[in-house]
């Protein structure tokens, strides 16, 4: 390869890896041609941006990168595939659900960028899985702003019915 298409390559993944908020870096090297095109599609359905690209052109991509991925050059190694998110935990629950129907079961976890944060090692995708999107999370949080209120509305409605059953059952005797 020319050293102009590298420097082109790695010029097209640095804005790709900019354009995104969050990526994981997965092993999906053992996936037959059936799979890998099941996987493309899964991917593409989600909005995730699936990428299969050489480790060194990776890297000096990241390297290139104004935020600082050094945590993530010791995952650089075999086959690497890039998955590119802007929902933090939508690669995650992919990753886990295709490696449970995989025969391979692949792809695995090596690494991901997640919320500003490094996760390293297969271990971390039950973690990576839980992690709440932005959304899941502003619902959550105007759901318990609105809970004191309901609960106050409705203690006024009943007391108020309350206060006019005693005041009623007084003025009978």
Known sequence: ???????AIIKQLESTIQSYAHFYLAD???LNA????????TCNKQDIKL???KNTLLRTA???????????YGTLKGATSV????SGNAPAKLIRDFSKASKSKKPLLKAAYVEESF??????LEALVSIKSKNELIGEIIGLLQ????????ALQSGGSTIHGVLKTLSER
């Open 51 to 53: 990428l299969v690209v």
């Open 83 to 86: 998955m590119l998110s802007n």
């Open 34 to 41: 059936a799979e890998t095109s099941n996987l493309r599609r």
């Open 119 to 124: 996760y390293i090692g297969e271990n971390q």
């Open 62 to 72: 990241l390297e290139n990168s104004t935020a600082d991925y050094s945590e993530l």
């Open 28 to 30: 999906i090297a053992g």
């Open 1 to 7: 390869m020319k050293k102009e298409d590298k420097s």
């Open 147 to 154: 809970s004191p209120a309901k609960n106050v509305v409705s």
